[in-house]
């Protein structure tokens, strides 16, 4: 178990099969019905994340922990297009996908920096890890001259919402998913901020 790690701007290339990995762990819950079967899903992931919108957490042997995304009007940590989710999904897969995708899409506003997931190896859990890479997300905000960090997050993720009050996000809105909740598995989500 890991004990050590440094907290890095993007991610290393040799790491990205494990960051899709990663990431498809921590949003299956989410996605999993949308992005079924797990081998596209996954391939869908790795072939998504842009290193440009990342902070990492490495081990001292460059093994990727965990990782912290972020959304600017540049760009997001899962930047896609209709034409990666037809590639991977076929032409009528991918549109449909991409229809209900639409649905979870998040504006940006220009004083703020929007979190685009987190998530920690299970592995590697219980370090400190996803604290540190909030905070480097709340430096990053601040490094951009940004007032607030923004994310949301999920009823069915208590402890991620533990984990974000900890690191002073508060609660500001509550949305409902409606019919969606069956496709999505998760009532509400609660958009929660952190001012810098």
Request: contains cysteine; proline residues 4%; hydrophobic residues 40%.
């Amino acid at each position: 178990m890991p004990s050590e790690f440094q907290i890095e701007r993007g991610f290393p290339e040799d790491q990205r099969a494990v960051a899709g990995r990663l990431f498809w762990q921590a949003f299956r819950g989410k996605l999993g019905k949308v992005l079924a079967p797990e081998v596209k899903a996954l391939q869908l992931c790795e072939r998504l994340l842009n290193p440009e919108f990342a902070l990492s957490a490495l081990a001292e042997d460059g093994e990727l922990l965990g990782m912290a995304g972020f959304k600017t009007s540049e760009g997001a940590l899962v930047d896609g297009t209709l034409d990666d989710l037809r590639s991977v999904y076929g032409l009528w897969g991918g549109f449909w996908r991409g229809f209900v995708l639409d649905l979870l899409e998040r504006e940006t506003s220009p004083d703020q920096l929007l979190m685009d997931g987190i998530f920690v190896s299970a592995n590697a859990r219980g370090q400190g890890i996803g604290r540190a890479l909030l905070e480097a997300v709340c430096e990053e905000a601040t490094q951009q001259g940004l007032s607030s960090v923004r994310l949301d997050v999920i009823d069915t993720n208590p402890r991620a919402r533990a984990l974000y009050e900890r690191a002073g996000f508060e609660a500001v809105s509550t949305e409902q998913t409606g019919p969606f909740k069956h496709l999505f598995g998760f009532s509400e989500a609660t958009r929660m901020e952190r001012q810098l």
